[in-house]
């Protein structure tokens, strides 16, 4: 048993250190999902779509949602309220997308906390990387 869970801990540490495919990142958010909800029943693409459009209310007064930065259509380029170019979101537009466990944790980070003002949970994170994969 204690084997297994440092064999288990010495994968998760070079995927989180290596390049990554979205797979490998999803099945890491459905080990935490689980974890989070027992009656947790699987990742979806159309959730992830709402997730991506809704529009909040912000404590500051200003509405807001990922697609404020990342557009509606993820295929396309998006902008920082500094109006700096944000690449693609997509991965069919962008393959490095969620390539890169670290990257992706930090801007979960930073972006759920700037829309949401507060941090995303694994399900709404694995919603929002089937979405993206998903887009043709
Ligand atoms: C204020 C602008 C802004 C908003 C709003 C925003 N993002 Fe982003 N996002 C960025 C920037 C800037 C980057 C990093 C630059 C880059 O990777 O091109 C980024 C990158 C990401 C990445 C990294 C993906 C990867 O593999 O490269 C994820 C994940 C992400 N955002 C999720 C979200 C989610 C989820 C929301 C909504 C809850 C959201 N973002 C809303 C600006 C924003």
């Known amino acids: ?5 440092v064999i288990l801990g010495v994968i998760f540490s070079t995927t989180n250190a290596l390049a990554a495919t979205p797979q490998d990142l999803l099945k890491q958010y459905e080990a935490q999902a ?6 947790f029943a699987g990742f979806s693409a159309d959730r992830g ?4 459009r809704a529009e909040r209310m912000h404590s500051n007064g200003n509405k807001v949602s990922c697609s404020t930065c990342h557009t509606s259509d993820p295929r396309n380029q998006g ?3 500094a109006n700096k170019v944000i690449e693609p979101i ?11 466990a670290a990257k992706v944790e930090k801007w979960f980070g930073r ?3 700037d829309v949401l003002e507060r941090a995303c ?4 994170k694995g919603d929002y990387i089937q979405y993206l994969i998903n887009v043709k």
């Open 111 to 113: 972006n759920c906390k």
């Open 34 to 39: 689980k974890q989070e909800n027992s009656a």
């Open 90 to 100: 997509a991965p069919i537009a962008n393959p490095q997308r969620f390539t890169d």
């Open 49 to 52: 779509a709402i997730f991506f």
């Open 121 to 124: 949970i694994a399900q709404e």
């Open 79 to 81: 902008k920082t309220r």
């Open 1 to 5: 048993m204690r084997k297994t869970l």
